[in-house]
């Protein structure tokens, strides 16, 4: 019966490991150097399911879910202005967003600037040399949604 319970406990901690998806910084900066085609074809080997594609106006973009839904990312690639290219990694979890916040302060990122994006979220700029990674917070009052956003 003690085998049992722990075996079973153990398959509860290793599934919700693997249904939660978690990027690191440098598989997100990775993203970035992809082709479109190489990003989707990474996204299908993830299990990641296929969310949107937006294209028009000098903009290819092309987003997923994680497989349970709780995570989503989005490479996004601009004709005109290339440096806005960039991977957007959204997720709901306050302690992940401390954890990305902590190794972008211990890996050399600085603020820079803080403001709203156009749908009123706060955001935050992090520069380390010519790297700049920006983190979108919740609306006031609300406890979720997470963004990262890793510029190429």
Same mark, same amino acid.
């Given at each position: 019966?003690?085998?049992?319970?722990?075996?079973?406990?153990?398959?509860?901690?290793?599934?919700?490991?693997?249904?939660?998806?978690?990027?690191?910084?440098?598989?997100?900066?990775?993203?970035n150097?992809?082709?479109?085609?190489?990003?989707?074809?990474?996204?299908?080997?993830?299990?990641?399911k296929? #969310?949107?594609? $937006? =294209?028009?106006?000098g903009?290819?973009?092309? /987003?997923?879910?994680?497989?349970d +839904?709780?995570s *989503?990312?989005?490479?996004?690639?601009?004709?005109?202005?290339?440096?806005?290219?960039?991977?957007?990694?959204?997720?709901?979890?306050?302690?992940?967003?401390?954890?990305?916040l902590?190794?972008m302060?211990?890996?050399? #990122?600085?603020? $820079? =600037?803080?403001?709203?994006?156009?749908?009123k /979220?706060?955001?935050?700029?992090? +520069?380390?040399? *010519?790297?700049?990674?920006?983190?979108?917070?919740?609306?006031?009052?609300?406890s979720?949604?997470?963004?990262?956003?890793?510029?190429k």
């Open positions: 019966m003690r085998k049992t319970l722990g075996l079973i406990l153990f398959s509860v901690v290793l599934s919700i490991q693997i249904s939660a998806q978690t990027f690191t910084l440098e598989q997100l900066k990775g993203f150097k992809l082709t479109m085609d190489e990003f989707k074809k990474e996204m299908k080997q993830l299990k990641f296929f #969310y949107d594609r $937006t =294209e028009g106006l903009l290819l973009a092309i /987003e997923y879910d994680s497989p +839904y709780t *989503k990312i989005g490479k996004f690639e601009y004709t005109e202005e290339k440096s806005q290219d960039s991977i957007e990694f959204t997720f709901k979890d306050k302690k992940e967003y401390d954890q990305y902590k190794l302060l211990a890996g050399g #990122y600085k603020e $820079t =600037e803080k403001g709203k994006i156009i749908t /979220e706060p955001y935050v700029d992090y +520069y380390k040399n *010519k790297e700049h990674i920006r983190v979108i917070l919740p609306k006031a009052g609300q979720t949604p997470y963004t990262i956003i890793v510029f």
